[in-house]
């Protein structure tokens, strides 16, 4: 069954369903979703609310929790059947995750067929991010959509975020997309007084594109990198041009390794040579990267000029291009979990968007390097090259 046949014929099933009158309190938010914590009125919320923080492009993470924890089980909640539908009594570990009216993304229902029958059979237990869909009450949204006007009002929501609000709400005057579940995440963060901190970062291309040139010099990562790089350069944006290189992850060489990790570390715990080769090891050794990489390669080898964008291979080869690694660092341990599956349906402009890039960045020679303008990247005979 292909992503988009499934995506046409869900089955509803029985979950938790919020009570209407949950106290929000917004954490952060990314280009798809918001995540608010959660608590009952006369709850003391626990741990204390997260500073308004701004993520990357991926959703906010999750917290860390095996793939076969029922978190509705975990926190007072059993699972129905029937019409009794189950209430969950506890929410001082949880985060709720609501999805935006963005045309070009699924419904959270369509969200968790496609996680639970696609995806999770891919990995082994463990190393999955947990989470748990429910029922979601409207007015729930109607009060988050309030409080989302509420911030740009007053300055604090990210500016290139705002104007975009949440599905669901019922109301003629917001973005009308109906939507009627979100998920459940477990809390993952950090302690920062046990000296914990969270990474985050997507691997994105584990393997070359298979319609990248024969003479490539960069891999398909740091190619569109250099590209966007340049033209927000040109706007008169403040962007990185030196980031990860994903071939790097995967080298098995420990200097390359360790390059790309205190990339990931950033400054200054990325002088901290101790904590990079004890990230490096916990990286290296995790199975995630394997899996990435082998999936990547068997689900997509003709790459997106020449794949058939319907298929359920090649989607869910995109969506694994796209999840993101949450990496959960303390003095004693390091624990290293996917998540922010979001499912690609090629739809909305998508399928178009992807080969229009791809088409550049061989036509523009992103690829082997022969792309025009007077770059920082070549100054002084120095170049980007990637090594598979």
């Not at 419904?107 to 059979?121: F, G, K, Q």
């Not at 604090?156 to 009627?180: F, I, K, N």
């Not at 990230?279 to 394997?290: D, E, K, R, Y």
């Not at 998508?350 to 022969?370: A, D, F, H, M, V």
Request: net charge negative.
């Amino acid at each position: 069954m292909s992503t988009i046949q499934a995506a046409r014929s869900p089955v509803e099933p029985s979950v938790p369903v919020l009570p209407d009158g949950l106290a929000l309190k917004y954490v952060a938010e990314g280009a798809a979703n918001v995540i608010w914590r959660i608590s009952l009125p006369d709850e003391q919320l626990t741990p204390p609310p997260t500073v308004i923080e701004e993520y990357s492009e991926s959703t906010p993470p999750p917290s860390e929790v095996d793939i076969d924890i029922d978190i509705g089980k975990e926190n007072g909640a059993s699972k129905a059947n029937g019409a009794n539908a189950p209430v969950i009594t506890d929410y001082s570990r949880l985060l709720l995750r609501l999805r935006k009216c963005l045309p070009s993304s699924e419904s959270n229902l369509l969200a968790y067929e496609y996680l639970s029958t696609v995806i999770m059979p891919l990995f082994p237990p463990g190393v999955m991010v947990g989470q748990e869909l429910v029922k979601l009450p409207p007015a729930l949204v109607a009060r988050a959509n309030d409080t989302l006007h509420h911030l740009e009002k007053a300055g604090v929501r990210p500016s290139h975020r705002q104007y975009l609000y949440l599905a669901g709400d019922p109301r003629p005057t917001e973005q009308g997309m109906e939507e009627g579940y979100a998920f459940l995440l477990e809390d993952m963060t950090p302690d920062t007084s046990l000296g914990e901190f969270l990474l985050e970062f997507k691997a994105k291309w584990l393997v070359q594109s298979p319609n990248a040139p024969a003479d490539w010099k960069r891999c398909r990562t740091c190619a569109l990198r250099l590209r966007k790089y340049t033209r927000a350069t040109k706007k008169g944006k403040h962007t990185e041009w030196r980031g990860l290189c994903p071939f790097d992850l995967v080298s098995n060489d420990p200097k390359r390794a360790k390059n790309a990790i205190r990339r990931i570390l950033h400054h200054p715990r990325c002088e901290d040579e101790k904590l990079v080769e004890r990230v490096t090891a916990a990286l290296i050794g995790c199975p995630q990267l394997s899996i990435l990489k082998e999936l990547q390669a068997s689900l997509d080898p003709k790459g997106i000029l020449n794949a058939d964008h319907k298929s359920k291979e090649f989607l869910t080869a995109m969506t694994l291009r796209d999840c993101t690694f949450y990496v959960k660092v303390s003095p004693t341990e390091v624990q290293a979990r996917l998540g922010d599956f979001d499912v690609k349906s090629g739809e909305a402009g998508k399928s178009e968007y992807w080969i229009k890039n791809e088409r550049e960045l061989i036509e523009e020679g992103w690829y082997n390097g022969t792309e025009e303008g007077d770059h920082p990247w070549k100054a002084e005979g120095l170049e980007v090259i990637c090594r598979a």
